[in-house]
Structures are given as C-alpha cells and as structure tokens.
C-alpha cells in the first residue's frame, strides 16, 4: 500500500481552502491505487481542528500542536516533518498546497532529504502504476508532464488552487495521533518580528455569479458597465490581469493564472480575449457568456453563449432588460 501524506495549512477559520482541495485530490488519488492518506497538521492551536482533516478525506491524522511553530518559519518546520517521517516511516508521496508556506517548505525539505520536487503542480495522477504531475510551464503556454519513476521517495509536490473540489463527508472516521516531536534552540535561528497581514476584502470563490472585464473593456469609465452588471444580476466583478495592471480593477478581483480559480454558475466574459492564463482561472465555471467583437477570439472557443458585439453598447440593452429580474436571479 502506497503513502501519501498531505501537509495541511490552517488559518483562523481552520483548514486552509487549498489545503481542503489537495486532501480531496489525495483522496482521489487512494481510489487509483491502493493508498492511504495521512493528514499533517502542524501548528500553534493544531488540537482544536482534530477530525476535520478526517472529515476533509484523510485517514489519519498526526498533529503537532506547539508554540514554538507560531509564526511560521522555514526551518522548525522542515526539522519537524524530517522528524515525523523518522517516527512513522517515510510517505511515498508527500503534497503541499502551493501556498506561500507550500513553496517555501517543500523544495527545501526536498532538499534536505536529497529527494525530487515539482511545484505548482496542476494535474496529478497514477499512470501505469507511476505517479505523473503536470504543470504550466513558459508562461502558461505549454502543459510540462513529469513522471516519477524508481524507488526514491518521498516524492514531493505542490499542487495549485484549482486542483480538485474540496470534498466533506461527515460520517467518515478515521485516527487521530498527537505528536509531541522536540524542536531544538537552533532550530529557531529566524525570529519573526512582525507580520502583516493583508485582508481579501472578495471571495470570488465563493461567487455564484461573476462578471468579468478585460482590456477590450477598454477604460475604467467602460469598466463602470461590468460593475453595473454585475450589481444587477446580484454577482461579484471580476477582472483579467491586463484589466488589473491598467488599474481598473483591485488585484483581490483577478482571475486567473497569476489570479484566483472560480467555479461560479455564471460567468459572463466582456472583453476578455480567452488567454489560457485566464482561461486556467475560469474555465470549470458551469455557464459561460462572452461578449466580444471579435468572432474569432479564443473565449468563443469554450464559451457556452457568444454575443458578438461591442461591450458598450451589448451590456446596457443586458441591464435594462434584466432589471429587477436580474436583482431577483442574483438572490434566488
């Protein structure tokens, strides 16, 4: 039976969103081959999250609940994972979401155990009994496959927002174990004198509707069209990077490779070209509108509904047709 450990990051609401993602795609994973998941929770506050990682998809959990890890830093924690594997055997495959925390941690464990890493990782799979990862590699452009062949283990790799659905089941059970590894003083070469945090004031994941723009919005006057819209049909706006960097938009509301990945009902594209850096960010949504005037734009390749039409004039026959119905559709 194959291994896999997931790291798991918590936050103050708990379990990490990608953290979730990355459980649910080991999950998946244990239904190829036979494996078990193990979930690893490090953290000052650790004990109070015990079961949900259960919950979430993993078999076991080990969780290492200690002061001495709050704030985070690079090397108490890779000496507390190194530790762990020396305690319960070595994982065949060890998964971190691609976090800031994520990328950090995994190349340079990797390093220290003289094993492989890949990070950013947008698919991953068994294939002929070998584990294959695949990421956007030359700005998004080229899909690189990686397949890991031999005996050397852990394999490690970061996998990126996107990478699966989180998955809940309550009635799953699953052990618990609670660890109590030694940190040592030399560990704690790195002191974190202060730490800012900056707030998302969006959660465009959550977002049953979004109304996005691009650079064929074509100014910030324009781009006050996609915000009406938006506000109409009770949804959240959105935004390319192009739309972002023009300073149309805030970053918190970018789409994308470089941006959030969104899964909302309804997405209506308004002057978005359809590059896979967006594309990557939005495609699993379930209906897709675009608005564009140019036919042959990629968008109209994957989009479900095509308006063909110059966005300023299309979006406002859309609001003064929707109106209070729309207002009503955004709730409902």
Partial sequence: MRRIWVYVELDENGVTDLSMQCLAKARELASQMDSSVTAVIPGHGSSSFKGEAIRRGADRELIVDSPALRPYTTIPYKMLLEDMMRREGCPDILIFPSSTTGNDLAPFLSASLGTGCVCECDTISFEDGNLSVGRMEFDGKVLTRYKVVGDERPIVVTLKDGIAEPYEDPSRSGSSVFLDPEIPEEAMIVKVLRRDVARRSVDLRSARII??????????????????????????????????????????????????????????????????????????????????????????????????????????????????????????
Avoid at 271 to 292: L, Y
């Fill in 211 to 332: 109304v996005a723009g691009g650079a064929g919005v074509g100014s910030k006057e324009n781009f006050g069209l996609i915000e009406e819209l938006a506000r109409v049909l009770g949804g959240e706006v959105g935004a390319s990077r192009p739309a972002v960097d023009a300073g149309w938009a805030s970053a918190d509301r970018q789409i994308g490779q470089t941006g959030v990945v969104v899964r909302p009902e309804l997405y209506i594209a308004c002057g978005i070209s359809g590059a896979v850096q967006h594309r990557v960010g939005m495609m699993n949504s379930k209906k897709i509108i675009a608005i564009n005037t140019d036919p042959s734009a990629p968008i109209f390749r994957f989009a479900h509904y095509r308006i063909v039409g110059d966005l300023t004039k299309v979006i406002p026959k859309l609001i003064k047709l929707l109106g209070e119905r729309g207002e009503r559709f955004g709730e409902a």
